[in-house]
């Protein structure tokens, strides 16, 4: 009879792909927060909607 060798297998690292942010429109929301979105997005609307996220806390 053979033993099964009881390896634990490698587990895969996990990977993150962080967008380019020089590719990126930035938008100032106050002095310290700044937010990056795609370039063709408007650039009023999402910091409406960041700030709308932050009310609704």
Known sequence: MSKK???IP??????FKS???SKM???VI???????ISPDA?????KAQYLA???AR
């Open 5 to 7: 060798s009881k390896t």
């Open 10 to 15: 490698e587990k895969k690292a996990i990977t």
């Open 19 to 21: 967008p380019d942010v």
């Open 25 to 27: 429109q930035e938008v």
């Open 30 to 36: 106050d002095m310290r927060t700044r937010i990056y």
């Open 42 to 46: 408007d650039p009023e609307q999402a």
């Open 53 to 55: 996220r932050l009310q």
